[in-house]
């Protein structure tokens, strides 16, 4: 049983930064996709960025591209979103995801998920 354990949101200024993270825990392989996702009020959860485990090749939404970077550190078994030049739209709950099965933007496919994390930028 996979565990993921978000940290690092908080209220920001429009086009301040806040760091992402997301420890992995029960993981035996590295053949898997993690990924972020973000669900506003009233909103649907929305793709953010991913990141395939074993090769590093990363995908991002084209509202958050130039501006988040997904990454990981694989002896620490934890994915970051560096986010930069925030927005008030970008505000809204994050969640990371582990092990899609479907396309790696369909939430519907990733089997586990974290907690969840609250992002608040300010205008």
């Known amino acids: 049983q996979v565990q993921l354990a978000e940290s690092g949101g908080g209220l920001v200024q429009a086009g301040g930064s806040l760091r992402l993270s997301c420890a992995a825990s029960g993981r035996t392989s590295s053949n898997y996709v993690m990924g972020w996702f973000r669900q506003a009020p009233g909103k649907e959860r929305e793709f953010v960025a991913a990141i395939r485990w074993s090769s590093g090749t990363t995908y991002s939404a084209g509202s958050v591209k130039g501006r988040f970077t997904i990454s990981r550190d694989n002896a620490k078994k934890t994915m970051y979103l560096q986010m930069n030049s925030l927005k008030p739209e970008d505000t809204a709950v994050y969640y990371c995801?582990?092990?899609?099965?479907?396309?790696?933007?369909?939430?519907?496919?990733?089997?586990?998920w974290g907690q969840g994390t609250q992002v608040t930028v300010s205008s």
């Open positions: 995801a582990s092990d899609s099965r479907l396309t790696i933007t369909d939430p519907l496919g990733y089997e586990y």
